[in-house]
């Protein structure tokens, strides 16, 4: 898709912003998973994670208190010559946007969590806009699967097409006031959501006249080999088919690791493509394979019951282990599910608990079960939302507490963090047990 130039921070200083869209090459980016008021924790994070090559670093930005830690994290980088955009995550609070607008060099909302009222809320963005025009700021609208409006959800459900209609509502509002420094999102951790989502959004942008730039992604996949097939399988389709300009893995571990696996990606956009070159011959695999198989696996033009198992190949890899590899990539495109399906956030800012080391617990707790999506999140204030379709939800309360949910519902509140993951394997086997 042909799309104009977003430009992200300032454009005198050498590294020091970002063009995203046009003829610009796609790029890569991901987020600090620190609590933004620790200025110290964070501007090492960052420096971490521009040495790993990131093209643009995110920060939760829940309130003013950050707006101005985010405003010192920005000035350290800078004294110590590391000129990388930052981006203000702001999720609930117009006002704290708006003061985010004068401090960083993007901001990433989602208008529909300013207000319930559809009207007040592009309102509110169109005021926004004002003050990214007066301060030359870059906006992220960003639309996730799981959360949208409940008028759109009346009339389109939490479908591909709401997931679009939502994200066309506040870019509507964009063209009218013709802002054009917008980039934007719509993310699912369903892959296939996720790819129908994005060729919707470009055929909807495209019947406006619109040429926004577009950020791809798919929430909350998990960590390892699962997180990275299904980030791969969802963001190489698209690239291959010219949709996106910048991206992110979101994996439960560090955002360095992010970086890392998705520059893999890169490669393969040039033409001709060429293979990736990787210390890690597993990742390498992971990015070749979901080139060549996820978009037909997902689009359902590869029928995966004709295929021989294993049916890639490595020199490195014993039939056994590649054999599982194939199951797991069948799994992150949605054709079979052999083991439970996790759903884990990449944590941030909000994050209530030591997630990384919590989802392998959970998975090794859990890994015998078949037929489940479970999903552990970071907080209590967006997990619910961001977790989709899950049928479990390991989600933080803070203050080591955890709220455990059966779908939307939460069934029990304020277990403490060491139990949870026992309480959540005897809910769900009694749940299967019940069934049978
Ligand atoms: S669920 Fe909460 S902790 Fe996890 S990434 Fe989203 S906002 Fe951050």
Do not use: Y
């Given at each position: 898709m042909k799309t104009h130039t977003v430009t992200v921070g300032d454009l005198m200083l050498k590294g020091g912003h970002l063009l995203i869209g046009g003829e610009h090459p796609v790029s890569v980016q991901t987020m600090c998973n620190t609590d933004t008021l620790d200025v110290a924790a964070s501007v090492a994070q960052c420096e971490r994670i521009a040495a790993a090559g990131a093209q643009l670093i995110r920060l939760t930005t829940q309130g003013l208190p950050q707006v101005r830690a985010l405003a010192k994290i920005k000035e350290t980088l800078?004294?110590?010559g590391i000129h990388i955009p930052l981006v203000a995550d702001v999720h609930f609070s117009?006002?704290?946007?708006?003061?985010?607008?004068r401090v960083?060099?993007?901001v990433r909302i989602n208008p529909g969590n300013f207000s319930r009222d559809p009207s007040q809320a592009k309102a509110l963005l169109a005021t926004l806009l004002e003050t990214c025009n007066l301060h030359h700021t870059a906006l992220r609208i960003g639309v996730n699967h799981g959360s949208l409006p409940a008028h759109i959800m009346e009339l389109y459900g939490d479908t591909p097409e709401g997931m679009c209609r939502a994200a066309m509502e506040y870019l509507t509002v964009c063209q009218e006031l013709n802002f054009t420094n917008t980039v934007v999102s719509i993310k699912s951790s369903n892959t296939r959501v996720m790819v129908q989502a994005n060729r919707l959004l470009v055929k909807h942008m495209e019947e406006a006249g619109m040429s926004y730039p577009?950020?791809?992604g798919v929430t909350e996949s998990g960590n390892e080999r699962q997180g990275r097939l299904k980030?791969?399988?969802?963001?190489?389709t698209l690239l291959k088919e010219g949709i996106g300009n910048t991206f992110r893995v979101s994996l439960t571990e560090a955002p360095?690791?992010?970086?890392r696996f998705g520059k893999l990606f890169l490669?393969?956009?040039a033409t001709p493509a060429t293979p990736t070159a990787s210390a890690d011959l597993w990742d390498q695999l992971i990015v070749s394979a979901c080139y060549e198989w996820a978009p037909g696996l997902l689009d359902g033009t590869i029928d995966w019951k004709t295929l021989p198992m294993p049916f890639v190949e490595a020199p490195f890899a014993t039939k056994e282990e590649l054999t599982d590899f194939c199951m797991d990539l069948l799994q992150a495109t949605r054709c079979v599910f052999t083991k439970p399906e996790y759903i884990s956030c990449p944590g941030c800012g909000r994050t209530k608990y030591n997630l990384e080391e919590t989802v392998r617990a959970v998975k090794a707790a859990t890994s015998h079960l078949k037929g489940c999506t479970i999903a552990i999140m970071g907080c209590i204030v967006?997990?619910?939302g961001e977790m989709a379709d899950a049928q479990y939800g390991y989600v933080g309360e803070g203050n080591e507490k955890i709220t455990l949910y059966k779908g939307k519902i939460p069934v029990m509140r304020g277990i403490p963090q060491e139990e949870a993951v026992q309480h959540l394997l005897q809910l769900i086997e009694s749940d299967q047990q019940h069934a049978t």
């Open positions: 800078s004294k110590r117009a006002a704290t946007a708006m003061e985010a607008a960083a060099d993007k577009i950020h791809l980030s791969a399988a969802g963001i190489i360095e690791s992010e970086i490669p393969l956009l967006n997990g619910p």
